[in-house]
């Protein structure tokens, strides 16, 4: 036993990974906690530290009993230490480990709570980035503990914490888009539930981890996901294979776009008696939404300059207590502007779904406007195919039917800045000022062979000139995003 501050802690870790260790303490009440300890050479590297107090933070702001509690965090010589709930029991590697595959109906009634709690941290604004069995704990009453938020992304911020081009999180269990370095959302999450999932029903990892990380990610990137005959000789309900299906489908505007629709689908796979009782949304409206994005959306945006994101916003269609809405919620990294006020990442804008055509545009750009009555259109074919299988007590198809008839689409009107300010002329700029310049630069040099040598000083110079103009354009083009924000 030692000391560190007020805790007497057990010499022997109860856990470790590459940064440190987790070790066992008691107060002088003799209340157990987990203790973080960060090694010396990480608790020194500036960023290593800004990530771990964001991580308790972050954590403090996510009050539920599903989620590890963290109460105190201090620098202690070299050290730094993060003290957090003690959680008793098995992760899910360990379970497995110990007990084998899990039984469908066992796997499927842990992984309903753990998709309840995921939705909690989703709904905070956060994405954890690093799910797999080693960071959810089974307690021994079967309750679950969602724990590790050290990378975890604040989707309200602006920067979130993810430099665009860098690979975050654990090689067998992040999504395709995450492999392959692109910005990420919850939906990268619920692809590494989908992963964790497979790994109890089976007892092996849908993906091992390979010689290399570039190996690694180009297998999950190229690979399909493996179903779960190729690994389990058990018999399991065809239902369930397309519910996992669907959870890692390698498009992620085709996975399940929330754990509350996963949880769903797994909840009404149990036997009745085995379902548990979390109360689920009635709101027959729920999943009615359409999205706009460069690709794999609903309507799709022809954008060669990429100023559209690739899932950009999703426009849900919701009756709330003061009457049916659309909400439009952007997803983007440039934003978008309806009727005029700016929503950024995550944030959303209701419009009364008896109220006059909105202008909405993509990006904040007037070149990119909504086709409101092609919205309208999809959302209406898609309350008409709900209400094929199920009851319409609403009257939703009938109220957008006559939304579409009373209000026929008219493109707004923009009023468009002056054509200098425009992204596409600050961006090809230095491209017409080149080719000026070597106008300018033929016509000296024409001058310099026929009257006077002195003129190729000028020619040399403006050929130097030209030079810059065109390296400036070609770091226009690469860095184009940065004229749309």
């Not at 022997?12 to 973080?36: C, E, H, Y």
């Not at 062979?449 to 065109?470: D, H, P, S, T």
């Amino acid at each position: 036993m030692k000391k560190i501050s007020i805790y007497q802690v057990e010499d022997n870790p109860i856990g470790s990974g590459g940064m440190g260790r987790v070790l066992r303490g008691t107060d002088s009440q003799g209340r157990q906690f987990a203790i973080k300890e960060i090694l010396p050479e990480f608790a020194s590297d500036f960023e290593i530290r800004t990530r771990t107090e964001r991580e308790v933070e972050l954590l403090q702001q996510l009050n539920n009993d599903s989620i590890v509690k963290v109460y105190d965090q201090f620098p202690l010589g070299d050290n730094f230490y993060i003290v957090m709930e003690f959680v008793d029991g098995l992760n899910v590697e360990q379970y497995v480990q110990k007990y084998g595959a899990i039984p469908w109906e066992r796997a499927t009634r842990f992984m309903v709570k753990i998709l309840e709690a995921m939705q909690f941290v989703h709904e905070k604004n956060f994405v954890h980035r690093d799910m797999k069995p080693s960071n959810i704990m089974i307690r021994n009453d079967e309750r679950i503990c969602i724990l590790d938020f050290g990378i975890a992304k604040d989707m309200g911020s602006q920067g979130g914490g993810t430099v665009i081009g860098t690979i975050i999180g654990s090689d067998g269990y992040m999504s395709p888009e995450q492999a392959d370095g692109f910005s990420i959302d919850h939906r990268a999450d619920i692809y590494a539930l989908g992963c964790v999932f497979y790994y109890m029903l089976t007892g092996h990892h849908a993906y091992n981890t390979l010689s290399s990380d570039f190996e690694t990610r180009s297998n999950i990137a190229n690979t399909p996901f493996p179903k779960l005959s190729k690994h389990s000789k058990k018999s399991f309900p065809t239902k369930l294979q397309e519910i996992l299906d669907h959870a890692t489908d390698r498009n992620m505007m085709k996975r399940y776009q929330s754990c509350r629709e996963f949880r769903k689908d797994l909840e009404n796979l149990l036997p009745s008696a085995s379902r548990s009782h979390t109360i689920i949304s009635q709101n027959k409206t729920e999943n009615i939404f359409i999205t706009i994005g460069r690709e794999g959306c609903d309507i799709i945006v022809d954008d060669p300059l990429m100023k559209v994101s690739r899932n950009h916003l999703d426009i849900a269609y919701k009756q709330f207590t003061g009457g049916r809405y659309y909400v439009v919620t952007d997803h983007s990294s440039n934003g978008t502007l309806v009727n005029g006020k700016k929503i950024s990442r995550n944030e959303s804008e209701n419009i009364p779904a008896d109220g006059n055509t909105p202008n909405i545009l993509l990006a904040c750009d007037s070149s990119y406007s909504v086709n409101w009555s092609e919205v309208q259109r999809l959302i209406s074919e898609k309350i008409k195919a709900q209400s094929s299988t199920q009851e319409d007590p609403v009257g939703l198809t009938q109220m957008v039917s006559e939304a579409l008839s009373d209000q026929p689409y008219d493109a707004p009107d923009h009023e468009d800045g002056a054509w200098y300010d425009a992204p596409f002329w600050q961006i090809t700029k230095p491209l017409w000022l080149a080719i000026a310049s070597i106008i300018v630069t033929i016509i000296l040099f024409m001058v310099a062979l026929e009257f006077n040598r002195i003129a190729y000083g000028f020619v040399l110079v403006m050929g130097y000139y030209v030079i810059k103009l065109l390296w400036q354009f070609i770091q226009n083009l690469i860095h184009r995003e940065e004229f749309y924000n």
